[in-house]
C-alpha cells in the first residue's frame, strides 16, 4: 500500500474493532504484512511496501504483562489447563485493534529525517 492508500484506509476504519493475526517483516525484509480478520470473518494481508518502520503497541497495562509472563499464557490450552489464571491469554493468537489504528502523518522520526 501506498502512503496515501494507507492513510485512507485506517481514516474510514477499515482497522476499527479487528484483530491482527499475524504481523511482522517480509522474508526479503523491505516490506511489513498484517493480518487482519474483520468481525470473526475473512482475513485481509495488507502489506505496507518499502516500510522501514513498523511500530505496533499493545493496551495491555504493566500490571496485567506481569500477571501474565509465565509461557503458560502462550499456549492456550496450557492457560486451560493451568486453571485459567488471571492475566492476558497471549495463546488466543490475535489481539484486538480497538479502538482502531492511526495514521502518524508528522512523525518525529521523519521530521529528523530518520526516514527520509
Known amino acids: 500500500m501506498k502512503r ?21 517483516f ?11 480478520s474483520v468481525a470473526r470473518g475473512p482475513e485481509y494481508l495488507y ?21 501474565s509472563w509465565n509461557d503458560k499464557f502462550i499456549d492456550y490450552l496450557r492457560w486451560r489447563e493451568s486453571g485459567e489464571p488471571e492475566g492476558y491469554v497471549w495463546g488466543v493468537c490475535y489481539s484486538d485493534v480497538y479502538p482502531g489504528a492511526k495514521y502518524i502523518a508528522d512523525s518525529s522520526l521523519l521530521r529528523n529525517g530518520h526516514l527520509d
Not at 27 to 34: A, G, L, N, T
Not at 47 to 65: G, M, N, Y
Open 47 to 67: 502489506r505496507f511496501s518499502h516500510c522501514p518502520l513498523a511500530e505496533i503497541t499493545t493496551a495491555v497495562s504493566d500490571d496485567v504483562w506481569r500477571h
Open 4 to 24: 496515501d492508500e494507507i492513510q485512507e484506509a485506517l481514516e474510514q476504519g477499515y482497522l476499527f474493532d479487528s484483530a491482527i493475526v499475524k504481523h511482522g
Open 26 to 36: 517480509t522474508r526479503y525484509v523491505r516490506d511489513y504484512d498484517m493480518v487482519v
